[in-house]
């Protein structure tokens, strides 16, 4: 009886999607299709929908509800955006990530005591992102005034009942957000008593923030008086941000708590526009952000499966595990040592890092007896024709190269055997939001915004809370020579949404929050939909898992707290006992969750049917809405 249930289980483990339930039900739509991180903002998506917007006008909306909610993100966080223009028919980046201020540099940080930037505070924060991404998005591409798409933000800033996520978030971090005086002013509704947070349901208001959103919009309407363009009046409301009156506030609170960022600063960061990065699996172009995202970890990770016949091994499989799981060791082995801002030298190794053949000799050090606790970053340099101008950086962080395998392996232990606690968890899974978008003309839009989340250092009287993406630098050029902080560089972010066409048409818009594990769950969901058939809501509840065998990008004051974990696995609670048997006799630790799956966002184009499908996640607030 035991045996006959051990294969039946294996046997429902492996099953293609068709055979899967779901606990959300797909979203359907022909008109337009709305997804992001809280109900209320997903609403503000179709509102704007409503008003005759396109796609990109109710990411827009989306974005400015999600940072109004402080949905683990805010005003002054950073945003990453993939958009599929119609009209041309090409996949185009934006890049609202901010940058290191005027005297970020590692002499600074090191002689403060820090081992990394750190996690919260003034000096956390790169230059805002998001108002500038967003106002460069709605100009260029949208077909609203700006007024139209904050509408919802005003009317939320103005009041509105915050959900038991945030206000819980508030409470926890109560103590860190006393440290600074507009934080706490704004935040701890209720103080001196025992609760000092707002209530669930309470309404929040946020009359800093109010002003400053309206003055975006007496900006524009402004301009629009004066017979600027459409494009001209929502930039004048950009150069009010950047370089007026807003500006000076932001800088003048960021300074009065200790924080680094200008005048000159904030003036001379510009959102970026830039082809993204892409790769083709089976036919399917599959397009990232820059290296100065994770988003290539993705693709490396596809390039190397292609060269095995996943289908055949089942769905979570011991095998598909096993393979899957190495594949994204090697991939993040490259991340951890070659990513950097692609507009700030050194120049990194991406056409060797993105081509085939370079992904073929990394799939060879695929071992199906046991996991490989000693694999290091490969070198792709001869696949561009060059020589590796870092041999002395990889061998002072303690790699040697093997020869015969063209991996750098370590000299020495440089991970960490133990299980990972529930602080380090926290770090590898450190959530955002996330938007997606889709309508009838063809439009689409993935968006991966992050930044100034809670326990957030609000910059004076703008109600803008900083962003803390500084502590994804090193200071340690052994640990990365790309991603050392400077003035004017972007860190290697975590986030990274996702586009994939087919046949030159919109198959798949996608992301995911959480981390490290953001290009993990993000490259199972699209094996999910690609090699088994599901669903894009099959997909995004499938039962992943994640690789702790990587440096993690945030948290962590001492370099040991950001070590690989070797071996370490999460698997969902649903793994067979057969399976995990398998695993453990192969050398890895296992723990276990409930859900494992992301939580992701995406939505599928069904050509035959000239329909959407929305996936969004069974995890937490996730919430689309189609028509």
Request: charged residues 20%; proline residues 7%.
């Amino acid at each position: 009886m035991k045996l006959l249930y051990i294969v039946l289980a294996q046997l429902v483990f492996s099953l293609p999607g068709a055979a899967q339930q779901t606990q959300k039900p797909p979203l359907h739509g022909k008109h337009w299709m709305a997804i992001t991180g809280k109900p209320l903002a997903a609403t503000a998506g179709a509102m704007t929908f409503q008003k005759g917007g396109n796609a990109v006008d109710a990411a827009c909306a989306m974005l400015a509800a999600t940072c109004t909610m402080w949905d683990v993100l805010s005003w002054g966080g950073e945003t990453q955006a993939l958009i599929y223009n119609p009209k041309t028919k090409k996949v185009i980046a934006i890049n609202a990530m901010g940058v290191a201020p005027t005297g970020a540099t590692p002499e600074f940080f090191k002689n403060k005591g820090y081992n990394f930037p750190p996690e919260n505070g003034p000096l956390a924060a790169t230059t805002p992102g998001t108002p500038g991404g967003l106002m460069h998005m709605l100009a260029n591409y949208g077909t609203l005034s700006l007024e139209q798409v904050l509408a919802p933000a005003l009317e939320m800033a103005a009041g509105y009942p915050m959900e038991a996520q945030t206000a819980n978030s508030i409470e926890k971090n109560k103590d860190l957000l006393k440290q600074w005086p507009y934080s706490k002013k704004l935040f701890l509704t209720h103080p001196g008593q025992t609760r000092e947070a707002p209530e669930a349901g309470e309404i929040f208001v946020q009359k800093d923030l109010l002003k400053t959103l309206t003055k975006l919009v007496d900006a524009e309407k402004a301009a629009l008086k004066k017979g600027k363009t459409r494009k001209q009046a929502i930039m004048a409301a950009y150069d009010r941000f950047y370089t007026g009156d807003i500006a000076q506030e932001f800088v003048r609170g960021s300074t009065e708590q200790g924080g680094l960022i200008t005048m000159q600063d904030l003036a001379r960061w510009k959102p970026l526009e830039e082809a993204p990065l892409m790769v083709n699996y089976k036919g399917v172009d599959v397009y990232k952000m820059q290296q100065w995202t994770q988003g290539p970890v993705l693709l490396q990770g596809l390039n190397i499966l292609e060269n095995f016949d996943l289908k055949a091994m089942g769905y979570n499989s011991t095998k598909y595990i096993h393979t899957v799981y190495q594949a994204m060791n090697l991939s993040f082995a490259d991340r951890d040592f070659y990513y950097g801002d692609s507009h700030a030298g050194p120049e990194e190794p991406m056409k060797g890092l993105l081509s085939k053949a370079y992904a073929k000799q990394r799939a060879r050090l695929i071992q199906y007896q046991k996991n490989a606790p000693r694999i290091g970053p490969g070198d792709p340099y001869p696949f561009e024709g060059k020589k590796n101008p870092y041999l002395d950086l990889l061998k002072a962080r303690g790699y040697e190269m093997d020869t015969t395998k063209r991996n750098f392996a370590p000299t020495h232990d440089l991970g960490s055997n133990t299980s990972p606690a529930a602080e380090y968890q926290e770090r590898l899974w450190m959530g955002t939001t996330t938007i997606e978008a889709a309508d009838k003309e063809g439009w689409v839009v993935s968006i991966t915004p992050s930044g100034g989340w809670l326990p957030a250092c609000v910059a004076g009287n703008t109600g803008v809370g900083m962003s803390q993406r500084m502590q994804s630098f090193v200071l340690d050029p052994t640990l990365n020579p790309f991603n050392v902080v400077a003035p004017g560089s972007r860190p290697r972010v975590t986030l990274t949404p996702s586009m994939a066409l087919k046949d030159g048409k919109p198959f798949l818009s996608f992301a995911v929050q959480g981390g490290d594990t953001q290009d993990q769950n993000l490259l199972q969901f699209f094996l999910n939909v690609v090699e088994f058939g599901m669903t894009v809501q099959q997909a995004s509840e499938a039962a992943n898992f994640n690789t702790n065998q990587l440096w993690l990008s945030l948290g962590g004051s001492k370099t040991d707290d950001r070590k690989p974990k070797p071996g370490h696995i999460l698997l969902n609670k649903s793994t067979p006992d057969q399976v995990r048997d398998d695993l453990k006799k192969m050398g890895y630790t296992l723990s276990f969750e409930d859900r494992t799956s992301g939580p992701i966002n995406a939505i599928y184009f069904d050509w035959k049917h000239g329909s959407l499908w929305g996936g969004s996640s069974n995890h937490g607030e996730d919430y689309g809405i189609g028509w």
